[in-house]
């Protein structure tokens, strides 16, 4: 499930990450007058408006709305209480909270906390709040060099850290600010803490979003995808942000003889500060060695990997072309990209 609950800040900025997540939620719960907000980007009502509605200009909306006057909790914490109610303890890792800070310091600072008191994650338009729970290590994949802050609001709480400039091992939380403005050493950051604590990751700047295609028609096509993901999310400077569902398609423009041999395609988004051509190098380097054969045209393949864009890189050259020329005619790219919240 792709939960986003949409907060009363700052609505996500055109190209970030919270409008990406926007994008690809299969349900968005909207904090009062919120709901406008997501109206007016969509064009549509978000699927579940909750909160006071003191807030909410209007209320004859085609969608469901939960009325909750309660005083004493705000409406983000309506929202995320509501969709624990409704989906189980089991969505929890799946909400991802967008458009919370902004607007109002105190605002952002309640909406943060609440995040932390609830585990879950949220994203602005900066970078990410990662929930730490008690004894549950948490493992982010970074870069190296980063910028890295933890909170712990319990002064009690003892952490130890990997992947750190300075170590978290021993140190006291005697104050809000200890342990803010550290750095990640190396591009995996793993933090161990005894009582919830939140991290916050902030984004690469320099960092592009490169969008894979991926296929398989030969052998273990499961297999071969899942190897391929995990070989890209191992590439230096990469990092694996999203993957959609793998989806089972006929071949286009295979020889005859292969037509029966179906597909199975997914599309993956990386976020990489490696060159385009240095990455579409290394994607042919894992197809070899996956062994891909390419002594017929179109014929069967344990992997084919095509980068469809990079960021907002066009280049047209013999060895590659951006955005792929073909990618708006084939199905198997656009339905996938479209359920993790990409154009092409």
Known sequence: MRLVILAAGDFPAKGSEGERLLHAAETVVACDSAAEAYYQWAGKWPDVIIGDLDSLAVHDVPCHVVHDADQDTNDLTKAIDWCLDEFGEACRDEIVIVGATGKREDHTIGNIYRALEAGVR?????????????????????????????????????????????????????????ATLNRASRERVTVTSDRAAFLYLAHNPRARRAVVALGSNLGDRAAYLHQALRTLARLPETRLVDVSRVIE?????????????????????????????????????????????????????????????????????????????????????VEPMREIGLRV
């Open 122 to 178: 949220l994203v602005t338009d900066a970078g990410v709040f990662w929930p730490v729970d008690a004894n549950r290590p948490l493992q982010v994949k970074t870069w190296k060099n980063a910028g890295v802050s933890v909170f712990a609001p319990d002064s009690r709480t003892q952490m130890t850290s990997k992947g750190l400039r300075w170590k978290l091992d021993g140190v006291r939380f005697d104050t809000p600010y200890v």
């Open 249 to 333: 398609t006929k071949g286009v423009d295979v020889p005859a003889e292969f037509a029966n041999q179906d597909f199975f395609n997914q599309v993956s988004l990386f976020e990489t500060t490696l060159a385009p051509l240095d990455f579409s190098r290394r994607m042919h380097a894992i197809e070899d060695e996956l062994g891909r054969v390419r002594t017929v045209r179109n014929g069967p393949r344990t992997i084919d990997l095509d980068l469809i864009t990079f960021g907002d890189v066009h280049l047209e050259t013999p060895e590659l072309t951006l955005p792929h020329p073909r990618a708006k005619e084939r199905p198997f790219v």
